[in-house]
């Protein structure tokens, strides 16, 4: 774990500054205490991350789940009441994990992972505008298109035009060019550049302009243009920010049922996470899920018993992570130490940070996992590919992160169907001598009830005075509806002159009288059956 340490930590602060400001932000979309969101962001960090498989991903609060907690929160009657469901949750998780549910992520399609990827790109590009010019009217962890206070994502970057700040915007300007100047410059020219990573400049320059610029009337950064962490004031206000869960809920059906969700939908985004930065890691690790699933639950349990909101792994975290060259779990520990020293310590350092800078630092990010290149190259990759794709990141961006890849999974699955469809068999005709259509159909190696209306109309088509030769020597699976297709056809072959050889490796017979028969049939030898 420390053979990269040189990577890691450069890194690891690259992940702090990204999940700082979404901690935070989380917490406030979800109707928790903010403190609440740092403590995910920390359990997910040393405890998640410690116990996780995975090499790149990092664990914290999700947007996803946002809604879900906003709800439950007034559902249950209580923020310590929904901390019950939290830790449920967690146990619920790590029982999938122990009946190994991670074997789930592996049925997405590669092309809805892109367009997961791609579509979270474009959604961090957009909500970052508004806070990149200064205006920060909804929280960061406001991710849907249609906002809490009424807003969508589009209305909202057209209220940014009149209500840009100064300050705010050359500041982002000014550490958006440290950034690009640190990427495709500097980073290149020596190892104290690799070292020290430009977001860590960028936010040291951020906290040097709002210290230099407070007095001013035209370059001031207002306090909510600011990172807000809670600042206590004594040892004993801090550990007042910690809440505990009130287990005499725990008969509630209804705390039952939000354990589930949580649990569901938790496992649902980590899998997806898993599975999306397996395919962005330079590197090609491979994330055990099933020990994910547990690593995850144990997290959630942990986070729901001292006050913190569920947890999942996530995209954004994890893309800055490979983005800045993390090689092993020890990034994701120490983010969570940092996230932990830094609230502790530097409270109110970090509350001189720009959200603007940090918008400047997702911008990065978002153009990194949505660039140009990979919507051409999925177009030509053909429809098969590109349509669910495309789907999928339309889905996220104008509804939220779960509809989305639910739209593009149900294309991907009618796409397949299609494919089926085509592809149960082929014809071969071979020649039209005597009178007679010689022709050969050769089944595929499974043909399922799929497959019923392509074979069933290249049946009915077929011309009388026929004689059709049935080839299932490569077929390994015959479905009884298929079956039941060949039977029923058996009668309108007789009426039309339609001879039929069935040939498999049970034998060859002609005109059998019987093909369920024939099929239920058990081999007596290899010659020919008749």
């Known amino acids: 774990m420390f053979k990269h340490i040189k990577s890691d930590i450069p890194s690891s602060i690259v992940v702090f500054f990204v999940a700082l400001p979404l901690c935070l932000g989380i917490a406030l979309a979800s109707g928790a205490p903010l403190f ?3 403590i995910a962001g920390i359990i997910g960090g040393i405890v998640v991350g410690g116990l996780s498989g995975s090499k790149i991903g990092v664990s914290g609060p999700a947007a996803g789940l946002a809604a879900i907690v906003l709800t439950a929160i007034g559902a249950l009657g209580g923020y310590q009441n929904f901390l019950v469901a939290v830790v449920l949750g967690g146990i619920i998780q790590i029982i999938f994990g122990v009946l190994k549910a991670g074997v789930i992520g592996y049925y997405f399609p590669s092309s809805v992972i892109k367009g997961m990827l791609t579509g979270i790109g474009i959604i961090i590009i957009l909500k970052q505008i508004p806070h990149f010019f200064g205006y920060d009217p909804d929280p960061e962890g406001d991710w849907a298109f249609f906002q809490v206070d009424g807003e969508n994502t589009f209305s909202e970057i057209i209220n940014t035009v009149n209500n840009i700040s100064p300050g705010a915007t050359l500041i982002a300007i000014i550490g958006f060019s440290i950034l690009l100047l640190w990427d495709k410059v500097l980073s290149k020219k020596g190892k104290i550049f690799q070292l020290i990573q430009g977001p860590l400049v960028a936010v040291a320059v951020g906290i040097l302009f709002y210290l230099l610029t407070k ?8 306090s909510d243009h600011l990172v807000s962490v809670p600042v206590p004031e004594d040892a004993a206000s ?3 920010q910690f809440s505990f869960p009130n287990f005499s809920a725990i008969t509630n059906p209804q705390v039952w049922v939000t354990a589930f969700t949580i649990a569901l939908v938790a496992s649902l985004e980590t899998l997806l996470c898993v599975e999306a930065t397996d395919k962005l890691d330079p ?3 491979v994330t055990p899920t099933n020990r994910e699933l547990l690593a995850q639950g144990t997290g959630n349990i942990i986070s729901g018993l001292i006050g913190g909101l569920p947890i999942t792994q996530v995209i954004v975290r994890s ?5 800045s060259g993390g090689r092993t779990k020890l990034s994701a520990i120490i983010h969570g130490f940092l996230l932990l020293i830094s609230v502790i310590l530097i409270p109110r350092l970090l509350n001189m940070i720009p959200l603007s800078v940090l918008a400047a630092i997702l911008f990065i990010v978002g153009y990194k996992l949505a660039k140009p290149a990979l919507f051409k190259k999925m177009y030509k990759l053909g429809w098969k590919q590109s349509v669910p794709f495309f789907v999928t ?6 509804t939220d992160l779960l509809i989305g890849i639910s739209l593009g999974l149900a294309v991907g699955i009618v796409v397949i169907l299609l494919k089926s469809y085509q592809n149960s068999h082929f014809l071969h005709i071979e020649d039209n001598s005597n009178g007679k259509h010689k022709i050969k159909m050769t089944l595929a190696e499974e043909v399922t009830f799929f497959n019923k209306g392509a074979i069933l109309n290249e049946l009915d088509s077929l011309p009388r005075d026929t004689y059709l030769e049935i080839d299932i020597m490569k077929t390994r699976y015959l479905d009884h509806d298929i079956v039941e297709i060949l039977e029923d056809f058996s009668l309108k072959a007789k009426e039309r002159n339609i001879d039929i050889k069935l040939v498999s490796k049970r034998g060859v017979v002609e005109n059998p009288p019987s093909y369920i028969g024939f099929f239920e049939e058990r081999p007596k030898s290899k010659l020919s059956l008749s």
């Open 215 to 222: 007095d001013s009337d035209v370059l001031a950064i207002s």
């Open 36 to 38: 609440s969101g740092l």
């Open 238 to 240: 801090f550990l007042g």
């Open 319 to 323: 893309s800055a992570n490979i983005q």
């Open 283 to 285: 590197h090609k690790n």
């Open 393 to 398: 990141v339309l889905g996220i961006v104008f």
